[in-house]
């Protein structure tokens, strides 16, 4: 004879209550559907990476006087109420860059751990609060896949090699590959570029 127990699921928390909520450690957490849910610890080239692009952008949108500020370590709340998305980099604009308010851009750097599924869950959120470009970023090979709304739907591109230029008509900005990839890979790492439409 089976035996069956029964198992009560971890409550939901609201958003709300997650914005006020202190895990008592250093993990980043997202609130997924009312669940929390912890990020992987990132590991030095992620780091590095989300550095690299906050220097790029941000030093990029001052020089061209763009009302914009790009932040690492912030929330995302979604128009959920059970969800909030804690991007690696997120860029917002607004009529100054000091009280910079609209998400307009969203930075992934890929672990391992990341799944094609959750990614795509993301991208939606993402969509929803509109912002129209999102980018995941690989760690192990210069490689980034640009996602831009296109009414409803995401158009992708492919930016890959040392020589590559990462093209983000969102902020009317251009970076080099070779410089967001900077001290992060190998010396012998290499430098054909493509762009996949």
Known sequence: M???????????????????????????YELVEGVVVA?????????????NFSISIGTRLRAAKRPCAPEAGTVLRIDR????????????????ARDADTPVLAIEVLS??????????????????GIMEVLEVEQDRPEIRIHRQ?????VIET?????????????????PLAELYADILPDDAPLDATVDA
């Open 39 to 51: 990020q992987s610890a990132p590991a030095r080239p992620h780091g590095r990476l989300v550095a």
């Open 112 to 129: 391992p751990s990341n799944s094609a599924s959750e990614m795509a869950r993301k991208r939606d959120d993402y969509a929803s609060v």
């Open 2 to 28: 089976a035996v069956s127990i029964k198992v009560d699921p971890a409550p939901r928390m609201s958003v709300e209550e997650f914005l006020v909520w202190d895990s008592g450690d250093d993990l980043r």
């Open 81 to 96: 109420r059970w969800t909030v998305r804690a991007p690696d980099l997120l860029v917002r604009c607004g009529p100054n």
């Open 159 to 175: 930016a890959r090699g040392l020589d590559g230029v990462l093209a983000l008509p969102s902020l009317g900005l251009e970076m």
């Open 150 to 154: 296109d009414s409803d739907r995401w």
